[in-house]
Structures are given as C-alpha cells and as structure tokens.
C-alpha cells in the first residue's frame, strides 16, 4: 500500500511538475523536461508499477525510437512481457506499425550452461489479455503470441523494419532474433536490446558478439544494461 501510493505521488510530479521530478532525480539541466510524450509515457509506468528497465534505459529506448522518425519501415519488440517497453515504442513510434512477439506465457527452454540463472516459465505472470489491455488506444499494434520465430510465420510478409528491440535474455532466443530480423532491418535501422550490459544474463552479450563477429556493424554498449547497433 505505502510503495503505491508512493508511485502514484512519483507519477504526479513527473505530469505536474516535471521540474521539480528532474531536479530530484538529479538532472534538472537536461530537455527531458520537453519531452512530454516520454513523460507521459514514464509515469503511466510508475503508476502502473510496469516495465523492468530503469528510468535512464526508458529515456535511451524513446530517444533511439524517435531517432528513426523519417525512416521507412515499422517498429518490432521481441520480449514484451507485461508491456513496460512496448508503451514508450508505441508513444515513440507516430503512425507506423509496432509488431508484438511473445511467448506471453514465460520464458521457452533454458540452457543453464549460458543463460545464467533463468528457467523455463519464468516471467510467466503476465497474459496478452492484459498487455493489450494496457495498450489499448495505441494504434497500428499486432500482437504474434508463440515461441519467436516460429510465431512470426502466421503473419508473412512483414514491411521492412526500422526499429527492433529486443528483450528475450536468453542466448538462443537472442541469436534466433538477430538471425530473423537482421535480414529485414532497412539501412539505417536501429536494433536495441536489454540486458547487453548485465552479467547476470551472460548469454545476451554472447549472442550479439557472436552474431555481429563478421559483419560491418559495430555493438555499442548504453547505460544502464542496453546495446544498440544501426544497420549499415
């Protein structure tokens, strides 16, 4: 009770006063204060205790979204969990088209040699009912629930992408990702993962420095845990 009314009073300051929030967060210099769509996007996610990124990995995943504004193509999220991230992309995204990919029912096997500590069914506390509930409003948002990338096939052919993120945690699923869309990424693309900079999830970073090793790409590492690469 005492943290939700806390998070409630957190959302109030960032949609009331969003300087008095940058000031106590440490950072009142910076334009986050005219970033109104990140702002309302960030405080449904207090409020709604949604979302694992931290407050510095939320602002990189809107900004790298707005980033690629005047490209063609649509956005893509593998590891959608209860929505979190999925709610900034769908305020970043303006009209273009956002596909959803999600077992929606916890994590698929696990290789305990690579993937830290994680098992089969963890993160399963969540349904696609409930995260497109908590999307509804967002237009151009398609939901594929299965096992990526077997659940992409239902819905071939795809628009070109401009903008992936990727939230899976596991190497498998991470190099399965980068070999499904890579191909599909326009130039000038941005795919954006979690977890890069985490040693607790050991075979995120395996995956990107193995599948990136012979090709022109260069991984960059983000704060907090975040890696983004921009197809060449």
Same mark, same amino acid.
């Given at each position: 009770?005492?943290?939700?009314?806390?998070?409630?009073?957190?959302?109030?300051? +960032?949609?009331?006063?969003? !300087?008095?929030?940058?000031?106590?967060?440490? +950072?009142?210099?910076?334009?986050?204060?005219?970033?109104?769509?990140?702002?309302?996007?960030?405080?449904?996610?207090?409020?709604?205790?949604?979302?694992?990124?931290?407050?510095?990995?939320?602002?990189?995943?809107?900004?790298?979204?707005?980033?690629?504004?005047?490209? %063609?193509?649509?956005?893509?999220?593998?590891?959608?969990?209860?929505?979190?991230?999925?709610?900034?992309?769908?305020? #970043?995204?303006?009209? #273009?088209?956002?596909?959803?990919?999600?077992? /929606?029912?916890?994590?698929?096997?696990?290789?305990?040699?690579?993937?830290?500590?994680?098992?089969?069914?963890?993160? #399963?506390?969540?349904?696609?009912?409930?995260?497109?509930?908590?999307?509804?409003?967002?237009?151009?948002?398609? /939901?594929?629930?299965? +096992?990526?990338?077997?659940?992409?096939?239902? #819905?071939?052919?795809?628009?070109?992408?401009?903008?992936?993120?990727?939230?899976?945690?596991? !190497? !498998?699923?991470?190099?399965?990702?980068?070999?499904?869309?890579? %191909?599909?990424?326009? !130039?000038?693309?941005?795919?954006?993962?979690?977890?890069y900079g985490d040693v607790t999830v050991p075979?995120?970073?395996?995956?990107?420095?193995?599948? /990136?090793?012979?090709?022109?790409?260069?991984?960059?590492?983000?704060?907090?845990?975040?890696?983004?690469?921009?197809?060449?």
């Amino acid at each position: 009770m005492l943290q939700r009314a806390r998070n409630h009073l957190v959302a109030w300051l +960032i949609e009331r006063h969003p !300087r008095v929030f940058l000031r106590w967060k440490k +950072i009142g210099k910076h334009r986050l204060g005219e970033e109104a769509g990140f702002l309302r996007a960030h405080a449904h996610l207090v409020r709604e205790f949604s979302g694992l990124q931290r407050f510095e990995e939320r602002y990189n995943l809107w900004a790298l979204a707005r980033s690629v504004a005047r490209l %063609p193509g649509a956005f893509a999220e593998v590891g959608v969990y209860r929505g979190g991230s999925a709610r900034i992309l769908c305020e #970043a995204k303006d009209a #273009a088209p956002l596909h959803l990919f999600d077992t /929606f029912g916890g994590m698929p096997d696990v290789d305990p040699t690579a993937d830290g500590a994680f098992r089969p069914g963890d993160f #399963a506390d969540c349904s696609e009912a409930q995260v497109r509930a908590f999307l509804a409003g967002f237009a151009d948002v398609h /939901f594929h629930p299965g +096992i990526f990338p077997a659940s992409a096939a239902a #819905a071939e052919p795809y628009p070109p992408f401009k903008f992936v993120h990727l939230d899976v945690d596991l !190497r !498998r699923s991470t190099l399965d990702a980068l070999a499904w869309f890579y %191909p599909r990424l326009v !130039r000038g693309g941005l795919l954006v993962s979690h977890d890069y900079g985490d040693v607790t999830v050991p075979g995120v970073k395996q995956a990107f420095d193995e599948f /990136f090793a012979d090709k022109p790409e260069t991984v960059i590492p983000l704060w907090f845990s975040q890696a983004v690469v921009t197809k060449l």
